[in-house]
């Protein structure tokens, strides 16, 4: 049976696709004794409960990952130390930052990529089997590129993961490639899946945008939340928005929203490190009941949820699908 995953009635009289936690944000930005901000993070189903990777800035706002276990993946429980990584499929497992991470279940262990900094910001991967040991691979990409997400499970016989080629800084360009790989190590096939939208038809993402959390099947082809952004005068905004991707060869997009499905529009999205931020990192879903959660970053400084029915998400990015 399909796991039970955090969930709330959407409210009264609410008229849009998707709807916030009334208790958000769910993690703080100090609930470690060293962070300054906990964001941008990302949970699977795991035992009897969650599991979960997170971004944890300390107060010298040094980037790096942190493990968490949660019962009902609403309340957690945050390693107070980052991952200590191991030898996985290469002896070279330095960084100089680790931020942004997503994680999924493949096969027999769980995948995590983050943003990985490696003269420069690149894709880091690793795999754990308990949370509690984790073996870092090689870098899947030269610099610089960022948002990796890896689809849960192989396409064609391949590792398929999505990703942001960028620069070394706060990019003001972006869209999303694919890349594939026989072994999780060596990793080519890159294949352009979505570009920014011309401003004049959905300016929300006319800057960059970016894959936000790991995509799922549903009858329509793969669901897959992102990130748009624009420059505005008072700095980039970020929303999420989300596509349908074809279950046999992803680099094509069936749908993709026009209009945002959450944009920044409460003081915990508004106002923190990096005001106007929403980005998704997580979806957990129950399909049998026709439910997702989405968990987001918000303003860079704390981590909320978000609901939806999946068929009503699917409806709307169908009738509302740019050209």
Same mark, same amino acid.
């Given at each position: 049976? %399909?796991?039970?995953?955090?969930? /709330?009635? &959407? ?21 470690? #004794? ?15 409960? *969650? ?7 300390? &107060?010298?706002?040094?980037?790096? $990952? ?69 073996? /870092? ?6 610099? *610089? ?9 192989? $396409? ?20 999303? *490639?694919?890349?594939?790989? #026989?072994?999780? &190590? ?8 979505? /570009? ?60 993709? %929203? ?11 999205? /508004?106002?923190?490190? !990096? ?16 439910? !997702? ?7 860079? %400084?704390? !981590? ?16 509302? %699908?740019?050209?």
């Amino acid at each position: 049976m %399909t796991k039970q995953i955090p969930w /709330q009635e &959407k409210p009264e009289g609410c008229t849009d696709v998707m709807w916030r936690y009334s208790k958000n944000p769910i993690i703080s930005r100090n609930a470690i #004794p060293s962070s300054n901000s906990i964001f941008n993070s990302a949970v699977v189903p795991f035992k009897d409960g *969650f599991a979960g990777v997170f971004r944890c800035d300390n &107060k010298a706002v040094q980037m790096n $990952i942190h493990a968490g276990f949660s019962k009902n993946g609403m309340d957690w429980e945050i390693n107070h130390h980052p991952i200590l990584m191991q030898q996985g499929n290469t002896s070279m497992i330095s960084s100089d930052y680790k931020y942004d991470p997503r994680v999924t279940f493949i096969e027999d262990r769980y995948w995590i990529t983050w943003c990985n900094g490696y003269h420069g910001p690149t894709i880091g991967i690793a795999y754990t089997f308990d949370f509690v040991n984790f073996y /870092q691979c090689e870098n899947a990409f030269l610099p *610089f590129n960022r948002n990796g997400v890896l689809f849960p499970q192989k $396409i064609n016989g391949k590792y398929a993961m999505l990703s942001r080629p960028s620069d070394n800084g706060h990019t003001p360009f972006g869209d999303i *490639f694919i890349s594939y790989s #026989p072994d999780m &190590k060596y990793w080519g096939e890159h294949r352009n899946v979505m /570009q920014t939208a011309p401003f004049e038809e959905s300016a929300w993402q006319c800057t960059k945008i970016g894959a936000g959390s790991v995509p799922f099947l549903t009858e329509e082809g793969w669901l897959m939340f992102y990130h748009g952004v624009i420059n505005t005068c008072n700095g980039f905004r970020y929303s999420m928005g989300a596509a349908i991707l074809d279950k046999d060869t992803p680099e094509i997009v069936k749908y993709r %929203t026009k209009p945002y499905l959450l944009a920044p529009a409460v003081p915990y999205e /508004q106002t923190g490190d !990096v005001p106007n931020v929403v980005f998704p990192c997580a979806a957990l879903h129950n399909t049998e009941e026709d439910k !997702v959660a989405v968990y987001y970053g918000a303003a860079d %400084t704390v !981590v909320a949820l978000a609901f939806g029915k999946i068929s009503e998400i699917i409806k709307f990015t169908k009738e509302n %699908t740019l050209p």
